[in-house]
């Protein structure tokens, strides 16, 4: 079959990388592309702050002269250290429809894995939970969001057929914004007495200036809710800055809510924003010169709202502070004009967070796995 595999290092090659998933895609009505340029960025050192605790190595796998799959492999020091363990992670993987360019691919990644040291395997997840991560298993006729892989339902089978197991799973919801009459007015009480009992203070910045400048209390606040969650490492201060500054600065200010106690602390918040997929698909990987249009079209010409991080700190876990942060969003989405929610990944074990959705009809629509292999 000529196949073989190439180790992707030149900006060519990571350039190939990228776009070989598009292109495997380009006739889906599902798969949503990443912007080209800032998926490079996350392959290149001198721009992610992630390679000073990971090294990674990106490979092709070609047929002849024609690229069919792909796969990156991350030894992720931060990760091993936190857990005590020797794994190496898998992410990025992608392939045409044929087993052998699959097992090429993991015995390639794997190998480059032993020689590290490690002892376990795990993916699809990334550097970090700002990656994409989770094998799509179900929900193959859902548009994607731009927080999370597609795939074809042949993947997980061929991991499988490798012997790969469950690890864990991600479950995604889908939910229709309820209209003002059908929200019992009690919900609203409630919530107005949970803020005036603990003395809590709901912030709403105009500016989008002053979330950015809370940038590391909401990363910080994001890594302490999530430290014992599965897989997450631990960020630097300057991955805080890097991501403070590629996400924030496009959000809008009225899609995030912050709680801060009596003190001033900052003791809970919520990022959401609008679906963004059909606008990618129309850019097809391009942010220049079309591509930024459609971005911001979307941002405010909207129908589905898509959640992205919230956190609580530990010691306010179950006096309100979620309910505070749902009520409010839900109040700022009815106004905006929003039809439908989508909350993206959420561990299948975390029925703290999937409380919140219990009011609002929601639909478990697609569900992502993340493998593990002994090797």
């Given at each position: 079959?000529?196949?073989?595999?190439?180790?992707?290092?030149?900006?060519?090659?990571?350039?190939?990388?990228?776009?070989?998933?598009?292109?495997?895609?380009?006739?889906n009505?599902?798969?949503?592309?990443p912007?080209?340029?800032?998926?490079?960025?996350?392959?290149?050192?001198?721009?992610?702050?992630a390679?000073?605790?990971?090294?990674?190595?990106?490979?092709?796998?070609?047929?002849?002269?024609?690229?069919?799959?792909?796969?990156?492999?991350?030894?992720?020091?931060?990760?091993?250290?936190?857990?005590?363990?020797?794994?190496m992670?898998f992410?990025?993987?992608?392939?045409?429809?044929?087993?052998?360019?699959?097992?090429?691919?993991?015995?390639?990644?794997?190998?480059w894995?032993?020689?590290?040291?490690?002892?376990?395997?795990?993916?699809?997840?990334?550097?970090?939970?700002?990656?994409m991560?989770?094998?799509?298993?179900?929900?193959?006729?859902?548009?994607a969001?731009?927080?999370?892989?597609?795939?074809f339902?042949y993947?997980?089978?061929?991991?499988?057929?490798?012997?790969?197991e469950?690890?864990?799973?991600f479950?995604?919801?889908?939910?229709?914004t309820?209209?003002?009459?059908?929200?019992?007015?009690?919900?609203?009480?409630?919530?107005?007495?949970?803020?005036?009992?603990?003395?809590?203070?709901?912030?709403?910045?105009?500016?989008?200036?002053?979330?950015?400048?809370?940038?590391?209390?909401?990363?910080?606040l994001?890594?302490?809710t999530?430290?014992?969650?599965?897989?997450?490492?631990?960020?630097?201060?300057?991955?805080?800055?890097?991501?403070?500054?590629?996400?924030?600065?496009?959000?809008?200010?009225?899609?995030?809510?912050?709680v801060?106690?009596?003190?001033g602390?900052?003791?809970?918040?919520?990022?959401?924003?609008?679906?963004?997929?059909?606008?990618?698909?129309?850019?097809?990987?391009?942010?220049?010169?079309?591509?930024?249009?459609?971005?911001?079209?979307?941002?405010?010409?909207?129908?589905?709202l898509d959640?992205?991080?919230?956190?609580?700190?530990?010691?306010y876990r179950?006096?309100?502070?979620?309910?505070?942060?749902?009520?409010?969003i839900?109040k700022?989405?009815?106004d905006?004009?929003?039809?439908?929610?989508?909350?993206?990944?959420e561990?299948?074990?975390?029925?703290?967070?999937?409380?919140m959705w219990?009011?609002?009809?929601?639909?478990n629509?697609?569900?992502?796995?993340?493998?593990?292999?002994?090797?």
């Amino acid at each position: 079959m000529n196949l073989k595999i190439v180790e992707a290092n030149t900006k060519k090659q990571i350039k190939d990388f990228v776009k070989f998933q598009i292109e495997l895609y380009k006739d889906n009505e599902f798969y949503v592309p990443p912007t080209i340029s800032d998926e490079i960025e996350t392959f290149l050192p001198e721009k992610n702050p992630a390679f000073e605790e990971a090294d990674l190595q990106l490979f092709l796998a070609y047929r002849d002269d024609k690229i069919v799959g792909r796969i990156g492999a991350i030894y992720s020091r931060a990760a091993n250290k936190k857990y005590g363990y020797k794994n190496m992670r898998f992410s990025w993987i992608d392939f045409v429809e044929d087993y052998e360019v699959c097992k090429l691919l993991l015995d390639t990644a794997i190998e480059w894995g032993r020689k590290k040291g490690a002892t376990t395997v795990t993916g699809p997840h990334g550097f970090n939970d700002f990656d994409m991560q989770g094998m799509l298993v179900e929900g193959y006729d859902r548009l994607a969001t731009i927080a999370s892989f597609y795939n074809f339902p042949y993947y997980p089978k061929f991991v499988e057929r490798y012997g790969f197991e469950k690890d864990i799973d991600f479950v995604e919801y889908w939910s229709t914004t309820p209209k003002p009459e059908t929200i019992p007015e009690k919900l609203f009480r409630v919530n107005d007495y949970i803020i005036k009992k603990n003395k809590f203070k709901l912030i709403e910045y105009a500016n989008i200036k002053d979330y950015i400048a809370r940038g590391r209390e909401i990363f910080g606040l994001l890594e302490s809710t999530f430290e014992e969650n599965y897989g997450t490492v631990p960020l630097t201060q300057k991955q805080m800055d890097y991501y403070t500054n590629k996400y924030l600065m496009f959000l809008n200010p009225r899609l995030i809510k912050l709680v801060e106690n009596e003190a001033g602390e900052l003791i809970g918040f919520l990022i959401t924003m609008p679906n963004l997929s059909k606008a990618m698909q129309k850019a097809k990987g391009n942010k220049y010169p079309f591509g930024v249009i459609h971005m911001l079209k979307a941002l405010k010409t909207f129908d589905v709202l898509d959640f992205y991080f919230a956190g609580i700190r530990k010691d306010y876990r179950g006096k309100g502070v979620d309910a505070i942060m749902a009520t409010e969003i839900v109040k700022t989405a009815m106004d905006m004009g929003f039809k439908h929610a989508e909350s993206n990944q959420e561990l299948e074990n975390n029925t703290l967070v999937q409380a919140m959705w219990k009011f609002y009809s929601p639909e478990n629509h697609k569900r992502r796995r993340i493998f593990k292999k002994y090797i």
